[in-house]
């Protein structure tokens, strides 16, 4: 498939976030082709995503039933952010002098979403309180205990992700993690059995939030992060993140709080999840 989008497009930065976060057994990053394996509607596949031509990316799917050709395309266009509008976002960031220059430096910044929203509330969970690394490891643990096998031609890709029926019955905290937060996971895949569209867009990022929020675990960093990269909520903005705060601190050359933070992003609403990914792509530019 070819999968079209407004260009420009940074697929320099959207791979290497990726990257960082891929989860051993269900995702590879290489040569700048991005792969992972699905699962839908009870059957299993792979899918590979690369930079096209022209502008759009280009999609390899292997999967056992071509009716889900649509659905699939519906969530890779939501993973890799393709409805966004850099002619209509940039200038609007712009407007801050900060933003401007971060804008200018990558002009086709995207927000990277998420397969599905189960994952990603997982990863989220998962990574409360402790680094990337520790929670990818976590992660692929999680993956390997209880995703289906999966036979691909690709090393790095060997099960598919667990299912919300799985993971709601098992004792997470086995992996080598508070039982709290164990809890929490089993909670939040209980929760999507309960409410099929518990991770889908509301009418509103209030709402989608307060939605998120009122499950046990799940504080409003964990809700707003969701909100950012699965509701695909362009406002969306976890102000308490830490690196949202060093980044902005390093970018103005002065320490702030929390606080701070959050009242200098009221000059980048209605877009705050696109300043947030600007701001954490700062930290880790190479040149």
């Known amino acids: 498939m070819k999968l079209a989008y407004q260009p420009p497009y940074d697929w320099a930065a959207m791979v290497g976030f990726l990257s ?15 792969r992972r394996s699905i699962s839908l509607g009870g059957r299993q596949g792979w899918i590979s995503v690369a930079p096209g031509a022209g502008d759009w990316l280009e999609v390899g799917v292997d999967f056992p039933d071509p009716a889900a050709l649509p659905e699939i395309a519906r969530r890779l266009r939501r993973m890799f952010d393709l409805e966004a509008q850099p002619q209509l976002i940039n200038p609007k960031l712009a407007d801050d002098p900060l933003m401007a220059r971060l804008v200018a430096a990558r ?3 995207r927000v990277p979403g998420a397969w599905d929203g189960l994952e990603l509330a997982i990863r989220a969970v998962l990574g409360q309180q402790i680094s990337v690394v520790a929670a990818i490891r ?3 643990k999680l993956v390997a205990h209880y995703g289906q096998p999966l036979e691909t031609p690709h090393a790095g890709i060997t099960h598919v992700f ?3 029926e799985v993971l709601a019955a098992a004792d997470l905290a086995t992996l080598g993690m508070p039982k709290s937060r164990g809890r929490t996971l089993s909670a939040v895949a209980q929760a999507l059995l309960d409410d099929p569209d518990l991770f889908e867009p509301k009418a509103s990022l209030k709402e ?5 929020v009122a499950l046990a675990g799940i504080g409003d960093w964990t809700a707003q992060y969701i909100a950012m990269r699965q509701l695909r909520e ?9 690196g949202l705060i060093n980044a902005l601190a390093a970018l103005e050359g002065e320490p702030i709080s929390a606080r701070q933070l959050s009242a200098r992003a009221e000059a980048w609403r209605p877009l705050r999840a696109y300043a947030a990914q600007h ?4 930290l880790s530019r190479a040149d």
């Open 107 to 109: 002009p086709g910044l």
């Open 162 to 164: 667990p299912t919300p």
């Open 20 to 34: 960082l976060r891929a989860i051993n057994g269900l995702e590879t990053v290489e040569a700048g082709v991005y």
């Open 138 to 140: 976590l992660a692929g």
């Open 234 to 242: 362009p406002d969306a903005f976890a102000s308490g993140d830490i």
């Open 279 to 282: 701001l954490w792509t700062s």
């Open 208 to 212: 989608g939030v307060a939605r998120l």
